[in-house]
């Protein structure tokens, strides 16, 4: 019995040592995002709060747990304060499987990219509830869009996941990291990874695909009718997915913990530097690219998911798998 | 052993109480939610006795996929309503027969299911697979599906393709009277061809036709 104790008490010390960084994370990435969406239009973003500005975030999380909660009296009430808890949990559990650096992971399972995607699909399922719960117009058409706008999108996302894995012959997040000791996936994979990161936009519905929020026509999507700390937590597991899409995008194709160059100086600077390094570097191609492009209409953000991209990884699916097996380079299982 | 069995019970009564929970809740939303929840504990289940791929792909398929088109037709249907008239209505349904045959006869083969339970040690000695335990169970299905299962697995990939395509065809309505936009001519537009200089002359006007 006091095995079991011991095991839990180690157990939760673990995640709290893993949450508390991302959920802090989180919070500083919305500063950073809006820092650099505000330097592209030449503006200063958010500045006061705090040296340059970084308590910003803190300053709103205040903000949101001292006003209200307001819930609608036509909502379904239940599914309705659900919504946000799914979302933000969904968000956070996936973290248990990302390896941070060669030693340190909290869950190594045998199947890890399969249960992050897994996951991410369930993502939707958070929207899908806020916007049907709120009984209200604008988030019920906010939700169908985002769970439309998901479910395909997703697709391609997993085609190309599976190009990754015919190139590593394994689902453990670990080995696809070990497997880009020679070269980052990124070389041989960059359409790929190109494809990757547009479907993470419209995946973790950032701009240019944020039709579920689209401020012009459905004033704020499936999050019309919350308010206060149920907002906030949306917010945040919004900006987690984020993280943990980028996260991905880096153990996928960036080589995760790995060095850039397996030469002494850069050796030397632990692994989960350099993770943290290469989700930084694609979270401010998000944040670019939120700045730069404009908002897709609805056709044309369908039309790209499902007439260009799914055929586009398709067909790369059988290059990949030709190329491995004319040059006998399948790797060994 | 302990914590196994806590599991597996947390997870069966879970699934066992959101299977009832799909058949008894008067919102037909509540159903599908239930459904979800059933399936997901149904998963953990799966991973719990090793099979951790199967778990993660009935996750990614049914949870993923198919219950959010569930959920997409109970929503925009607005089955509730009818499912809350067809209860009150005094006349005896006629869709009640259907019902007790088709399940009637999924019990029926319940029971098949757990009698051929008995005969589990003799099906295993009498497999012609074996079972490595060294390779992971994503390996093994990989190492059966595309060698001695191939033409089941090759059959029912077509099987599901001819009813997709089937769908397609019986739902599809080509609308002439939309707009829509084609890229192709949309991109392939010059100046040449779209934009004329015209020497308007005094008290005129122009006259513009296609």
């Known amino acids: ?333 | 052993m302990i914590a196994h069995s806590i599991f597996f019970y947390t997870f069966s009564l879970i699934a066992i109480i959101s299977a009832i929970m799909v058949t008894v809740s008067k919102n037909t939303v509540h159903s599908v939610f239930f459904l979800i929840l059933d399936f997901i504990s149904i998963s953990c289940l799966f991973i719990m006795i090793g099979a951790e791929f199967l778990g993660m792909i009935m996750l990614i398929v049914y949870v993923g996929a198919v219950a959010v088109l569930f959920l997409f037709v109970v929503m925009m249907l607005n089955v509730a309503q009818q499912k809350n008239q067809w209860f009150s209505s005094r006349e005896i349904s006629r869709h009640i027969p259907i019902g007790i045959i088709i399940s009637m006869i999924i019990f029926f083969e319940l029971i098949i299911v757990v009698g051929g339970w008995k005969y589990k040690p003799d099906l295993i000695t009498a497999m012609s697979l074996t079972l490595n335990k060294d390779v992971s169970n994503t390996h093994s299905i990989g190492y059966v599906i595309y060698t001695d299962y191939i033409h089941i697995f090759q059959l029912s990939g077509m099987i599901l393709l001819v009813a997709m395509i089937g769908a397609i065809v019986l739902t599809f309505i080509k609308n002439t009277e939309v707009k829509s936009q084609s890229y192709f001519n949309q991109i392939s537009r010059e100046r040449s061809d779209s934009v004329e200089m015209i020497e308007v002359e005094k008290n005129k006007g122009v006259k513009i036709d296609d």
């Not at chain 1, 309705?80 to 399972?109: E, G, K, Q, R």
């Not at chain 1, 958070?126 to 058409?141: D, E, H, Q, R, T």
């Open chain 1, 1 to 333: 019995m006091l095995d079991y104790i011991n095991i839990i008490f180690l157990e939760t010390y673990k995640i709290l040592f893993l949450l508390i960084p991302v959920l802090v994370a989180v919070a500083m990435i919305v500063w950073l995002d809006r820092r650099v969406w505000a330097f592209v239009q030449k503006r200063r973003g958010p500045n006061v709060v705090g040296p340059f500005g970084l308590l910003q975030s803190l300053a709103d999380a205040l903000k949101y747990l001292f006003k209200e909660i307001i819930i609608p009296s036509t909502s379904n009430k239940v599914i309705f304060i659900l919504a946000p808890i799914i979302t933000m949990t969904l968000a956070l559990i996936s973290w248990a499987v990302i390896p941070i650096s060669d030693t340190y992971v909290l869950a190594d399972i045998n199947v890890g990219i399969l249960y992050l995607f897994a996951v991410s699909s369930l993502g939707v399922y958070g929207i899908i509830m806020g916007g049907w719960a709120s009984n209200s117009k604008y988030p019920f058409l906010g939700a169908i869009r985002s769970a439309a706008q998901m479910v395909s999108y997703e697709v391609s996302i997993g085609v190309i996941i599976i190009n990754v894995l015919l190139c590593v012959g394994s689902l453990n997040l670990s080995d696809i990291v070990i497997a880009q000791k020679k070269i980052w996936f990124v070389i041989p994979l960059f359409p790929m990874f190109v494809i990757f990161f547009i479907s993470a936009l419209a995946e973790t519905n950032r701009p240019p695909f944020d039709l579920p929020e689209a401020e012009a026509e459905l004033v704020a999507g499936y999050q019309t009718e919350y308010s206060g700390m149920m907002y906030a937590m949306f917010w945040l597991g919004e900006y987690a997915n984020i993280l943990l899409m980028c996260a991905m995008g880096s153990i996928l194709f960036l080589g995760g913990w790995l060095s850039p160059i397996n030469i002494y100086p850069f050796t030397i600077i632990p692994g989960a530097i350099w993770l943290i390094f290469k989700i930084l570097f694609l979270f401010i191609l998000f944040a670019l690219v939120k700045a730069i492009v404009p908002r897709y209409r609805y056709d044309q953000l369908m039309r790209l998911g499902w007439k260009i991209f799914l055929p586009l990884s398709l067909t790369w699916v059988v290059f990949t798998s030709s190329y491995l097996i004319y040059f006998d380079k399948l790797p060994n299982i």
